[in-house]
């Protein structure tokens, strides 16, 4: 079939939509962009100007690797089950459809069950070329870079091996027409050609120009430090990350600032891994989640007949990071008096348990965290300006994700790839519709938030499919439950509080039964059901053991009464 009658036949046409009002192009869930032919002009002069010819074109042909890779995906998509030939045509009629070029494909010699591959192709009133004529006239060597790239990666989805097309005839040196021909990887030998499709070409011209900058200097290469569990490159997040690295190997206090949910734990034990202490122990505890008149016990330790029900001995949090690094999140949270003697901890590295006068020689690391304004704590009295000078020496401010959304695809797709196993799922992609809706979110719940939207995205998604629009359930459109299945769909929060209300039910009740839920939902995984409820795996221990004595004092009272 021609181009035109392959997109007519496939209604490919329909798939393309123009949404101006929301500034979009879809070409069915891949977003698009209609740009005038001179811009991509001036990106290959800029390349050209600024690198070694060699490298402009790499970068080009990645880009039309890019490109084909994305279109072969669509093709498979919408119309896999069809004729595998006639479905594989699709790409040249895309690639019309995109403006490009118009190719024929001449000689193709295909063997599904083989693996084996060649073909050529014909183009036709190539950009590249065009390009090129207008603005430099005739050149010896091919010049549609994008284009070979295009039908590299095209061919490569599809045919699910690696193939790498050749410009061998090219209008802008004289030929009649442009000729690409398509052979696998392994049959071009040891062609320099290959080099082309190589990654990073600049990173690697950089790293080599660093290199010799600091041989000369006298500087050793400084090594780019793994990145771990961490994941970002905007720039909001390196600036964080690079003064989070520079105090790793040193013995600082350090101060982790930011909104409820941006990550502050993961960004301590990360602290804590790359230290000189990652072969002894992280001990993390969240100052919030304790009451108050228990919290010393918890971080000091307790001496045996201390307080009623303090049965035997046992250390603090204090000694069981000893050597290592102890994480205190939510440090606004620690009363005065729990505030004095952790600062005698910091100054002197000695302790003494609840109920004791022993002194304990400790050795720890301290990384507190907070999201309160402790300045503004310290001038209502309820933080000591001794402690925070102490405990701010190295402060790192950690941005909220709406200051750095351009990581939100990243994120997203780490997190799928952590959900997918836990629900036995294979999720194949997040399509751009659905990306755009988490980039077009505000996400006051920061990091947490993302991946519990994810993890319902997740849930919400076919097995071996695609997570779509639909599935992504944010706070901007959470009343849109018509979107979801029955059983996913929910009565607004309004009705929810309303019928509380007339109920009578005590608040500390209603927590119990959200608990249970919550339980009952992840069939007693706890770590499930505070990722449910939004609080830590501590927490929600802590709550249950307190429902549980709950429960037992009231069927004791009672059994007393039927006697």
Known sequence: MQNQELLEHFKIHEKLRFESDDGQIWLDKNRMLLFHSQVLEEIRKSLFDSLDPKQAQSILVRMGFTAGQQDAELALKLYGTDDNYDVFDIGPALHGLEGFVKSTITESEVDWEKGSFYGKVHCLNSIEAAIQLETSGRTHDPVCWILVGYASGYSSMFFKRYIVFKEVECVAKGDSKCVLVGKPVEAWGDDDYIDYFKQDPVKQQFRSIESELNSLRGAPSAKQPEQGELIGQSPEFVKAFTLLNQAANSPINVLLLGETGVGKELFARWLHQNSGRSDKAFIAINCGAIPNDLIEAELFGVKSGAYTGANASRPGRFESANGGTLFLDELGELSLSAQVKLLRVLQSGELERLGDNKTIKVDVRLIAATNMNLHEAIDQGRFRSDLYYRIAT??????????????????????????????????????????????????????????????????????????????????????????????????????????????????????????????????????????????????ITYKIKCLEEQSSTQKNSDSERLK
Do not use: C
């Open 394 to 539: 190295y402060p790192v401010e950690i941005p909220p994700l709406r200051s750095r959304k351009s990581d939100i695809p990243l994120l997203a797709r780490s997190m799928v790839g952590k959900y997918a196993p836990l629900y036995s799922k294979s999720i194949e992609a997040i399509s751009e519709s659905a990306l755009q809706a988490l980039m077009d979110y505000d996400w006051p719940g920061n990091i947490r938030e993302l991946q519990n939207i994810i993890e319902r995205a997740v849930l919400l998604a076919p097995d071996h499919g695609t997570i779509e629009r639909q599935h992504v359930v944010t706070g901007s459109n959470s009343q849109r439950t018509e979107a979801l299945p029955t059983e996913y769909q929910v009565s607004p929060a309004g009705d929810i509080y309303e019928h509380l209300l007339e109920e009578n039910l005590p608040l500390k009740e209603f927590e119990g039964r959200l608990i249970k839920a919550a339980m009952e939902k992840t069939k007693g995984n706890m770590t499930q059901a505070a990722r449910l409820l939004g609080i830590s795996r501590r927490q």
